[in-house]
């Protein structure tokens, strides 16, 4: 069964707090992808990674950078924590070539 | 990646097909259509894709133009559990292409 779990499912951080969003997949996938998702906003793409250490800018990276060390792992980090970045975090995974992506159940973050 | 264009609710009675509708005027040649959907605080799911050619799996047919510049999602019996957001993604296979969604259509599956 085809795996992409995410860190945690709930966290609650402090305005100012370096936090680390961690997703692993198990199905030696090259792509992995970070979203936030927010009421009326949809799913927005921040970073995406298509091989180890290698990242491409989605539509709102401000604020974020990852770290893909591993094929399997891709953290997604937030420097300094603040306010607006409360939202749903989702993770996702496909092959090099996909013909479709798998994703985690997300984090739903909140910065207080 | 072509834009979509799809309704932002419909409703569908229990039990009838659900026929979800989406415009890409501008895909490309090499562009996939393909659909997802998002049940409440759950991750989206994978259901079909084609490119020219209508497709059909366990979970619902893809019915896509000649010209393939719209295509219909069709569930043949929607139930409750059906009732999600669905994203129509015109997307190049190529390798390393970015996967990005649009609003989607807000379907509500009625008793």
């Known amino acids: 069964d085809v795996k992409v779990t995410q860190s945690s499912r709930y966290l609650v951080k402090r305005t100012g707090e370096k936090v680390f969003l961690e997703c692993v997949q198990d199905?030696?996938?090259?792509?992995m992808f970070w979203y936030r998702q927010d009421p009326g906003l949809g799913l927005r793409l921040i970073y995406f990674?298509?091989?180890?250490?290698?990242?491409e800018k989605g539509d709102i990276p401000e604020g974020y950078s990852v770290s893909r060390e591993k094929k399997e792992r891709f953290s997604l980090i937030l420097e300094s924590a603040s306010t607006n970045q409360t939202s749903m975090y989702l993770c996702?995974?496909?092959?090099?070539?996909?013909?479709?992506?798998?994703f985690g159940q997300g984090t739903r973050l909140t910065v207080v | 990646d072509a834009k979509t264009t799809q309704p932002t609710s419909m409703d569908c009675a229990e039990g009838r097909a659900a026929n979800l509708p989406c415009n890409h005027s501008?895909?490309?040649?090499?562009?996939?259509v393909y659909w997802y959907r998002q049940i409440h605080s759950q991750g989206p799911q994978y259901i079909i894709h084609g490119l020219k050619n209508n497709e059909t799996n366990e979970m619902a047919s893809l019915i896509i133009t000649e010209d393939r510049k719209s295509s219909t999602l069709i569930l043949p019996h929607a139930t409750l559990r059906d009732t999600a957001v669905y994203y129509c993604?015109?997307?190049?296979?190529?390798?390393?292409?970015?996967?990005?969604f649009g609003g989607g259509t807000r379907l509500m599956v009625k008793p």
């Open positions: 996702a995974s496909s092959s090099f070539v996909w013909t479709e992506a798998f």
């Open positions: 990674s298509y091989d180890v250490k290698m990242k």
């Open positions: 199905m030696d996938h090259e792509n």
């Open positions: 501008t895909i490309s040649g090499n562009e996939y």
């Open positions: 993604i015109v997307r190049a296979n190529n390798a390393g292409n970015m996967l990005t």
